[in-house]
């Protein structure tokens, strides 16, 4: 599969681990946008979020879940965005199903 993000999960593109599991992985952003942010990204390979269905409400609750608890880890009590840019108009650069947590900085609205 030429997925960039299937590559970097399975671990033949190189990466800056943030958090993992059997569902996710997550990794430091290679141009952030805030001092931290980390994409969060299923393992299984889903294109966007327009993509998904009803199976994957577990996985999607799982992806936010985890946003929270690299949140937590990475002390952001003042707060913290998740965003899920999704399709050419929202966005999304790369076709594969993934959550920015951004935080460390005051974010300002509406972002872009």
């Known amino acids: 599969m030429s997925c960039l993000f299937c590559k970097i999960v399975d671990g033949s593109i190189p990466s800056t681990a943030v958090y993992q ?61 998740v965003v899920v840019n999704t399709g050419p108009d929202g966005g999304q650069t790369v076709d594969h199903l993934h959550v920015h947590l951004l935080g460390g900085r005051p974010l300002t609205w509406p972002p872009g």
């Open 21 to 81: 599991d059997d569902q996710c992985y997550a990794f430091a952003d290679i141009h952030p946008q805030a001092p931290v942010h980390v994409l969060i990204a299923p393992r299984e390979h889903i294109v966007s979020l327009a993509d998904t269905n009803p199976d994957d409400c577990a996985l999607l609750g799982h992806l936010l879940w985890a946003a929270a608890e690299i949140a937590r880890a990475k002390g952001l009590p003042k707060g913290y965005r």
